[in-house]
Protein backbone atom coordinates (compact mmCIF):
# COMPACT_ATOMS: atom_id res chain seq x y z
CA UNK A 1 0.00 0.00 0.00
CA UNK A 2 1.45 3.55 -0.56
CA UNK A 3 1.86 5.98 2.26
CA UNK A 4 -0.28 8.40 0.02
CA UNK A 5 -3.01 8.62 -2.83
CA UNK A 6 -4.62 10.75 -4.63
CA UNK A 7 -8.19 10.32 -4.55
CA UNK A 8 -11.48 11.63 -4.07
CA UNK A 9 -11.78 12.06 -0.59
CA UNK A 10 -15.30 13.82 -0.28
CA UNK A 11 -16.84 10.87 -2.09
CA UNK A 12 -14.66 8.23 0.05
CA UNK A 13 -15.30 9.65 3.13
CA UNK A 14 -19.16 9.66 2.30
CA UNK A 15 -19.31 5.55 1.29
CA UNK A 16 -17.16 5.22 4.33
CA UNK A 17 -19.68 6.87 6.35
CA UNK A 18 -22.47 5.17 4.89
CA UNK A 19 -20.81 1.85 5.06
CA UNK A 20 -19.35 2.14 8.72
CA UNK A 21 -22.32 3.70 10.06
CA UNK A 22 -24.62 0.93 8.94
CA UNK A 23 -22.24 -1.67 10.36
CA UNK A 24 -22.39 -0.11 14.01
CA UNK A 25 -26.44 0.41 13.78
CA UNK A 26 -26.89 -3.07 13.16
CA UNK A 27 -24.23 -4.49 15.02
CA UNK A 28 -25.82 -4.41 18.78
CA UNK A 29 -22.75 -6.47 19.85
CA UNK A 30 -19.16 -7.39 18.32
CA UNK A 31 -17.41 -5.54 16.32
CA UNK A 32 -16.79 -3.64 13.18
CA UNK A 33 -13.68 -3.93 11.24
CA UNK A 34 -12.90 -1.10 8.65
CA UNK A 35 -9.79 -2.87 6.43
CA UNK A 36 -8.13 -1.66 2.69
CA UNK A 37 -5.34 -3.28 0.67
CA UNK A 38 -3.78 -1.61 -2.42
CA UNK A 39 -4.37 -4.00 -5.75
CA UNK A 40 -3.40 -3.21 -9.15
CA UNK A 41 -6.32 -2.64 -11.94
CA UNK A 42 -5.73 -6.31 -13.42
CA UNK A 43 -3.39 -8.01 -10.78
CA UNK A 44 -1.85 -7.77 -7.92
CA UNK A 45 0.52 -4.83 -7.77
CA UNK A 46 0.48 -1.38 -8.98
CA UNK A 47 0.39 -0.25 -12.73
CA UNK A 48 2.52 2.22 -14.31
CA UNK A 49 0.31 4.96 -15.81
CA UNK A 50 2.95 7.72 -17.45
CA UNK A 51 5.19 8.03 -14.39
CA UNK A 52 2.61 8.00 -11.68
CA UNK A 53 1.58 4.32 -10.28
CA UNK A 54 -2.05 3.57 -10.41
CA UNK A 55 -3.68 1.20 -7.48
CA UNK A 56 -6.92 -0.23 -7.48
CA UNK A 57 -7.57 0.38 -3.65
CA UNK A 58 -10.19 -2.46 -2.32
CA UNK A 59 -11.87 -1.49 0.97
CA UNK A 60 -14.15 -3.96 2.93
CA UNK A 61 -16.34 -2.91 5.98
CA UNK A 62 -16.96 -6.00 8.18
CA UNK A 63 -19.43 -6.54 11.26
CA UNK A 64 -20.59 -9.57 13.42
CA UNK A 65 -24.42 -8.20 13.43
CA UNK A 66 -27.60 -9.27 12.63
CA UNK A 67 -26.54 -10.47 9.14
CA UNK A 68 -28.88 -10.10 5.50
CA UNK A 69 -31.09 -13.10 4.21
CA UNK A 70 -29.50 -14.19 0.56
CA UNK A 71 -33.47 -13.67 -0.59
CA UNK A 72 -33.26 -10.53 0.54
CA UNK A 73 -29.82 -8.73 -0.71
CA UNK A 74 -31.08 -8.27 -4.21
CA UNK A 75 -33.00 -5.36 -2.85
CA UNK A 76 -30.26 -3.44 -0.60
CA UNK A 77 -29.32 -1.34 -3.85
CA UNK A 78 -32.49 -0.48 -4.91
CA UNK A 79 -33.38 3.23 -3.87
CA UNK A 80 -36.41 3.22 -0.72
CA UNK A 81 -36.08 -0.43 0.21
CA UNK A 82 -34.74 -2.05 3.00
CA UNK A 83 -34.40 -5.52 4.14
CA UNK A 84 -38.25 -5.21 6.25
CA UNK A 85 -40.21 -2.44 6.91
CA UNK A 86 -39.59 -2.95 10.92
CA UNK A 87 -36.32 -2.14 10.20
CA UNK A 88 -36.93 1.41 9.71
CA UNK A 89 -38.95 2.03 12.99
CA UNK A 90 -36.63 0.29 14.59
CA UNK A 91 -33.20 1.48 13.06
CA UNK A 92 -34.42 4.21 11.03
CA UNK A 93 -33.54 5.76 7.85
CA UNK A 94 -35.18 5.46 4.27
CA UNK A 95 -33.00 3.12 2.43
CA UNK A 96 -30.71 5.32 0.22
CA UNK A 97 -27.44 5.48 1.82
CA UNK A 98 -26.06 1.89 0.36
CA UNK A 99 -27.67 3.52 -3.18
CA UNK A 100 -25.57 6.49 -2.89
CA UNK A 101 -22.66 4.79 -1.38
CA UNK A 102 -23.34 2.04 -4.96
CA UNK A 103 -23.33 5.32 -7.21
CA UNK A 104 -20.49 7.29 -5.48
CA UNK A 105 -18.04 4.12 -5.89
CA UNK A 106 -18.68 3.68 -9.72
CA UNK A 107 -18.26 7.51 -10.46
CA UNK A 108 -14.76 6.42 -8.42
CA UNK A 109 -14.35 3.16 -10.94
CA UNK A 110 -15.66 0.78 -8.99
CA UNK A 111 -18.75 -1.05 -7.38
CA UNK A 112 -19.78 -2.09 -4.21
CA UNK A 113 -20.34 -5.81 -3.10
CA UNK A 114 -22.03 -7.44 0.14
CA UNK A 115 -21.70 -11.56 1.64
CA UNK A 116 -23.80 -11.98 4.13
CA UNK A 117 -25.89 -14.39 6.17
CA UNK A 118 -28.55 -14.17 8.42
CA UNK A 119 -27.20 -13.61 11.79
CA UNK A 120 -23.75 -14.05 11.23
CA UNK A 121 -22.46 -10.42 9.92
CA UNK A 122 -21.73 -8.78 6.59
CA UNK A 123 -19.16 -7.63 4.61
CA UNK A 124 -19.46 -5.36 2.49
CA UNK A 125 -16.38 -4.67 -0.19
CA UNK A 126 -15.85 -1.82 -2.64
CA UNK A 127 -12.89 -0.75 -4.64
CA UNK A 128 -11.71 2.53 -6.35
CA UNK A 129 -9.01 3.60 -8.49
CA UNK A 130 -6.26 6.23 -7.23
CA UNK A 131 -2.82 7.37 -8.07
CA UNK A 132 -0.16 7.21 -5.98
CA UNK A 133 1.11 10.52 -4.64
CA UNK A 134 4.53 11.61 -3.29
CA UNK A 135 4.96 10.75 -0.11
CA UNK A 136 8.29 12.23 2.23
CA UNK A 137 8.33 11.53 5.63
CA UNK A 138 9.29 13.98 8.11
CA UNK A 139 12.40 13.68 10.04
CA UNK A 140 10.50 13.46 13.45
CA UNK A 141 8.84 9.91 11.85
CA UNK A 142 12.34 8.96 10.42
CA UNK A 143 13.49 9.04 14.26
CA UNK A 144 10.82 6.89 15.03
CA UNK A 145 11.13 4.37 12.89
CA UNK A 146 14.77 4.22 13.62
CA UNK A 147 13.96 3.61 17.60
CA UNK A 148 11.27 1.02 16.45
CA UNK A 149 13.37 -1.00 14.25
CA UNK A 150 13.98 -4.72 15.79
CA UNK A 151 12.12 -3.92 19.14
CA UNK A 152 9.80 -6.64 20.25
CA UNK A 153 6.59 -5.08 20.51
CA UNK A 154 4.08 -7.24 23.00
CA UNK A 155 0.23 -7.04 21.76
CA UNK A 156 -2.40 -8.11 23.57
CA UNK A 157 -6.20 -7.72 24.28
CA UNK A 158 -9.44 -9.45 23.66
CA UNK A 159 -10.20 -9.03 19.87
CA UNK A 160 -8.17 -11.32 17.81
CA UNK A 161 -9.00 -9.03 14.69
CA UNK A 162 -7.19 -5.78 16.36
CA UNK A 163 -4.56 -7.95 17.82
CA UNK A 164 -4.16 -9.08 13.72
CA UNK A 165 -4.27 -5.07 13.37
CA UNK A 166 -1.74 -3.93 16.30
CA UNK A 167 0.75 -6.68 15.32
CA UNK A 168 0.24 -5.75 11.71
CA UNK A 169 0.96 -1.97 12.46
CA UNK A 170 4.19 -3.52 14.70
CA UNK A 171 5.81 -5.42 11.04
CA UNK A 172 5.51 -2.11 9.16
CA UNK A 173 6.90 0.09 11.88
CA UNK A 174 9.94 -2.54 11.45
CA UNK A 175 9.25 -3.75 15.02
CA UNK A 176 8.87 -7.55 15.96
CA UNK A 177 4.94 -8.61 16.90
CA UNK A 178 4.50 -10.93 19.26
CA UNK A 179 0.99 -11.60 20.38
CA UNK A 180 0.60 -13.05 24.17
CA UNK A 181 -1.59 -13.17 27.08
CA UNK A 182 -1.24 -11.64 29.97
CA UNK A 183 0.87 -13.99 31.90
CA UNK A 184 3.47 -13.55 28.70
CA UNK A 185 3.14 -10.02 29.69
CA UNK A 186 3.86 -10.10 32.91
CA UNK A 187 7.03 -12.58 32.38
CA UNK A 188 8.19 -9.03 30.10
CA UNK A 189 9.71 -10.18 27.66
CA UNK A 190 9.36 -7.23 25.42
CA UNK A 191 11.01 -3.82 24.55
CA UNK A 192 7.62 -2.20 24.71
CA UNK A 193 3.70 -3.21 24.74
CA UNK A 194 0.36 -2.41 23.66
CA UNK A 195 -2.61 -3.27 25.50
CA UNK A 196 -6.25 -2.98 24.42
CA UNK A 197 -8.23 -3.01 27.64
CA UNK A 198 -11.75 -4.18 28.03
CA UNK A 199 -14.24 -2.48 30.49
CA UNK A 200 -14.76 -5.41 32.64
CA UNK A 201 -10.62 -5.40 32.97
CA UNK A 202 -10.20 -3.02 35.52
CA UNK A 203 -9.71 -5.54 38.25
CA UNK A 204 -7.53 -8.08 36.76
CA UNK A 205 -5.36 -5.36 35.73
CA UNK A 206 -4.91 -3.85 39.27
CA UNK A 207 -4.23 -7.49 40.58
CA UNK A 208 -1.33 -7.81 37.88
CA UNK A 209 -0.31 -4.63 38.92
CA UNK A 210 -0.07 -5.49 42.78
CA UNK A 211 1.74 -8.84 41.51
CA UNK A 212 3.83 -6.86 39.46
CA UNK A 213 4.75 -3.58 40.70
CA UNK A 214 7.89 -3.60 38.39
CA UNK A 215 5.76 -3.32 35.30
CA UNK A 216 5.00 0.35 36.10
CA UNK A 217 8.50 1.17 34.94
CA UNK A 218 8.13 -0.51 31.56
CA UNK A 219 7.03 1.04 28.20
CA UNK A 220 3.09 -0.17 28.70
CA UNK A 221 0.84 1.74 26.13
CA UNK A 222 -3.11 1.02 26.70
CA UNK A 223 -5.93 1.45 24.04
CA UNK A 224 -9.61 2.02 26.25
CA UNK A 225 -12.38 1.48 24.22
CA UNK A 226 -14.93 4.84 24.48
CA UNK A 227 -17.04 3.12 26.96
CA UNK A 228 -13.99 1.96 29.30
CA UNK A 229 -15.67 3.54 32.71
CA UNK A 230 -13.87 6.51 34.25
CA UNK A 231 -13.45 5.08 37.63
CA UNK A 232 -11.63 2.16 35.42
CA UNK A 233 -9.45 5.08 33.79
CA UNK A 234 -8.50 6.47 36.69
CA UNK A 235 -7.26 3.25 39.15
CA UNK A 236 -5.03 2.32 36.20
CA UNK A 237 -4.20 5.09 34.29
CA UNK A 238 -0.87 5.67 36.67
CA UNK A 239 0.55 2.10 35.44
CA UNK A 240 0.37 2.73 32.16
CA UNK A 241 3.19 5.62 30.42
CA UNK A 242 0.54 6.10 27.84
CA UNK A 243 -3.42 5.70 27.57
CA UNK A 244 -5.42 6.31 24.29
CA UNK A 245 -9.10 5.75 22.89
CA UNK A 246 -9.55 3.10 20.68
CA UNK A 247 -9.21 3.00 17.22
CA UNK A 248 -5.90 5.37 17.50
CA UNK A 249 -4.92 6.96 14.69
CA UNK A 250 -1.72 4.92 13.15
CA UNK A 251 0.90 7.60 13.27
CA UNK A 252 -0.01 8.76 16.78
CA UNK A 253 -0.22 5.42 18.05
CA UNK A 254 3.23 5.25 16.61
CA UNK A 255 4.59 8.32 18.18
CA UNK A 256 3.74 7.68 21.35
CA UNK A 257 5.22 4.31 21.41
CA UNK A 258 8.53 5.44 19.81
CA UNK A 259 7.98 8.12 22.85
CA UNK A 260 8.11 5.32 25.80
CA UNK A 261 11.19 4.34 24.23
CA UNK A 262 12.93 7.11 24.34
CA UNK A 263 15.18 8.74 27.05
CA UNK A 264 13.37 11.34 29.12
CA UNK A 265 16.18 13.68 28.21
CA UNK A 266 16.12 13.61 24.60
CA UNK A 267 12.23 13.30 24.36
CA UNK A 268 11.53 16.11 26.99
CA UNK A 269 14.18 18.21 25.78
CA UNK A 270 14.43 20.94 22.37
CA UNK A 271 17.87 21.95 23.28
CA UNK A 272 21.48 19.80 23.93
CA UNK A 273 21.62 22.30 26.84
CA UNK A 274 18.20 20.76 28.36
CA UNK A 275 19.29 17.38 27.79
CA UNK A 276 22.66 18.51 30.48
CA UNK A 277 22.02 15.64 33.47
CA UNK A 278 20.88 18.33 35.85
CA UNK A 279 18.09 17.05 38.04
CA UNK A 280 16.39 19.99 38.75
CA UNK A 281 14.66 21.12 42.07
CA UNK A 282 11.51 19.24 42.94
CA UNK A 283 8.22 21.50 42.23
CA UNK A 284 5.72 19.07 44.14
CA UNK A 285 3.36 20.98 42.21
CA UNK A 286 -0.16 19.11 41.81
CA UNK A 287 -0.78 19.75 37.90
CA UNK A 288 -3.92 18.94 35.98
CA UNK A 289 -3.23 18.88 32.11
CA UNK A 290 -5.92 19.26 30.19
CA UNK A 291 -4.16 18.39 26.46
CA UNK A 292 -5.54 15.72 23.58
CA UNK A 293 -2.94 14.93 21.73
CA UNK A 294 -1.27 11.95 22.64
CA UNK A 295 2.03 12.47 21.58
CA UNK A 296 2.38 16.34 23.47
CA UNK A 297 0.48 14.96 26.55
CA UNK A 298 3.56 12.17 27.43
CA UNK A 299 6.60 14.31 26.54
CA UNK A 300 4.75 17.40 28.54
CA UNK A 301 4.26 14.27 31.61
CA UNK A 302 8.22 13.32 31.37
CA UNK A 303 8.89 17.02 31.78
CA UNK A 304 6.51 17.39 35.05
CA UNK A 305 7.91 13.72 36.47
CA UNK A 306 11.52 15.17 35.61
CA UNK A 307 10.47 18.49 37.89
CA UNK A 308 8.38 16.96 40.80
CA UNK A 309 5.38 17.44 39.84
CA UNK A 310 2.42 15.42 40.48
CA UNK A 311 -0.12 15.38 37.58
CA UNK A 312 -3.68 14.55 35.98
CA UNK A 313 -4.83 14.34 32.66
CA UNK A 314 -8.21 15.44 31.15
CA UNK A 315 -7.91 15.19 27.07
CA UNK A 316 -11.59 17.06 26.90
CA UNK A 317 -13.02 20.16 28.54
CA UNK A 318 -15.59 18.12 30.00
CA UNK A 319 -13.22 15.53 32.59
CA UNK A 320 -11.21 18.76 33.02
CA UNK A 321 -14.59 20.38 35.03
CA UNK A 322 -14.94 16.57 36.26
CA UNK A 323 -11.19 16.73 38.04
CA UNK A 324 -11.41 19.94 39.17
CA UNK A 325 -14.39 19.52 40.91
CA UNK A 326 -13.52 16.28 42.82
CA UNK A 327 -9.60 17.45 43.39
CA UNK A 328 -7.50 20.16 44.09
CA UNK A 329 -4.60 21.40 42.18
CA UNK A 330 -2.22 24.39 42.19
CA UNK A 331 -2.41 24.78 38.27
CA UNK A 332 -4.07 24.08 34.78
CA UNK A 333 -1.95 23.69 32.27
CA UNK A 334 -4.66 24.44 29.02
CA UNK A 335 -3.49 23.49 25.76
CA UNK A 336 -5.33 25.92 23.61
CA UNK A 337 -5.68 24.04 20.38
CA UNK A 338 -8.52 21.49 21.57
CA UNK A 339 -10.65 21.00 19.16
CA UNK A 340 -12.68 24.07 18.17
CA UNK A 341 -13.26 26.47 20.71
CA UNK A 342 -13.11 23.59 23.05
CA UNK A 343 -10.28 25.38 24.61
CA UNK A 344 -10.94 28.82 25.30
CA UNK A 345 -14.56 28.14 26.27
CA UNK A 346 -12.99 25.95 28.80
CA UNK A 347 -10.74 28.78 30.53
CA UNK A 348 -13.82 30.87 30.64
CA UNK A 349 -15.73 28.19 32.04
CA UNK A 350 -13.59 28.04 34.90
CA UNK A 351 -13.20 31.78 35.31
CA UNK A 352 -16.67 31.71 35.69
CA UNK A 353 -17.40 28.94 38.64
CA UNK A 354 -18.61 26.30 36.96
CA UNK A 355 -15.20 24.07 37.86
CA UNK A 356 -16.85 25.32 41.62
CA UNK A 357 -15.74 28.28 43.25
CA UNK A 358 -12.76 27.20 44.62
CA UNK A 359 -11.52 27.07 41.21
CA UNK A 360 -12.55 30.83 40.16
CA UNK A 361 -8.90 31.98 40.49
CA UNK A 362 -6.41 28.96 39.98
CA UNK A 363 -3.36 29.53 38.18
CA UNK A 364 -4.07 28.48 34.32
CA UNK A 365 -0.72 28.31 32.32
CA UNK A 366 -2.00 28.54 28.54
CA UNK A 367 0.24 26.64 25.81
CA UNK A 368 -0.74 28.42 22.33
CA UNK A 369 0.75 28.21 19.20
CA UNK A 370 1.92 32.30 19.26
CA UNK A 371 5.03 33.69 21.69
CA UNK A 372 3.25 37.13 21.07
CA UNK A 373 0.30 36.38 21.85
CA UNK A 374 -1.21 37.05 25.52
CA UNK A 375 -4.80 34.83 26.47
CA UNK A 376 -7.35 37.07 28.29
CA UNK A 377 -7.96 34.61 31.90
CA UNK A 378 -4.92 33.05 31.67
CA UNK A 379 -2.38 34.00 34.42
CA UNK A 380 1.31 32.55 32.37
CA UNK A 381 1.32 31.79 28.64
CA UNK A 382 4.00 29.21 26.68
CA UNK A 383 4.48 29.29 23.28
CA UNK A 384 4.63 25.65 21.65
CA UNK A 385 7.08 24.08 20.69
CA UNK A 386 8.87 24.55 24.18
CA UNK A 387 11.60 23.36 25.94
CA UNK A 388 11.85 21.53 29.21
CA UNK A 389 13.36 24.82 30.44
CA UNK A 390 10.45 26.96 29.22
CA UNK A 391 7.91 24.73 30.94
CA UNK A 392 10.34 24.64 33.95
CA UNK A 393 10.35 28.51 34.12
CA UNK A 394 7.00 28.96 33.64
CA UNK A 395 6.10 26.74 36.71
CA UNK A 396 8.50 28.59 38.92
CA UNK A 397 6.33 31.70 38.21
CA UNK A 398 3.06 29.35 40.46
CA UNK A 399 2.25 31.16 43.58
CA UNK A 400 2.60 29.02 46.46
CA UNK A 401 -0.73 27.56 47.40
CA UNK A 402 -1.71 26.20 50.49
CA UNK A 403 -1.64 22.27 51.00
CA UNK A 404 -4.57 20.40 49.62
CA UNK A 405 -5.69 16.64 48.93
CA UNK A 406 -3.22 15.70 45.95
CA UNK A 407 -5.25 14.56 43.00
CA UNK A 408 -8.27 13.63 42.16
CA UNK A 409 -10.45 11.45 45.02
CA UNK A 410 -10.65 7.91 43.32
Given at each position: MPAAVLADADRLRQVLINLVGNAIKFTPAGEVEVAVRGESPGGSGPSEAGTARTWRLVFT????????????????????????????????????????????????????????????GATFTFSVVAVEAPSVESSSRLAERALLAGRTLAVMGPSASFRREL?????????????????????????????????????????????????????????????FPAAGHDALRPHFRAMMRKPPRHHALRAVVAATLQ???????????????????????????????????RLT??????????????????????????????????????????????????????AGDQNREIWITALTADAQVSVEGADDCVARPFTASDLEASLKRVPPTAAAVPGPKK
Open positions: VRDTGIGIAPETRDRLFKPFSQIDTSFTRKYGGVGLGLVISRSLVQMMGGDVTVESALGQARLAEAWGARPFECTREQLAAGEWDAALVALAPDDVAEWRRVFAQRPDLVSRPLVALAPVNPVASAAAGSPADSAARPPAALGLRVLQVEDNPVNQQKILENLGCHWDLADEARLALERLHRGRYDLVLLDLQLPGPEGLSLLEAIRRGR
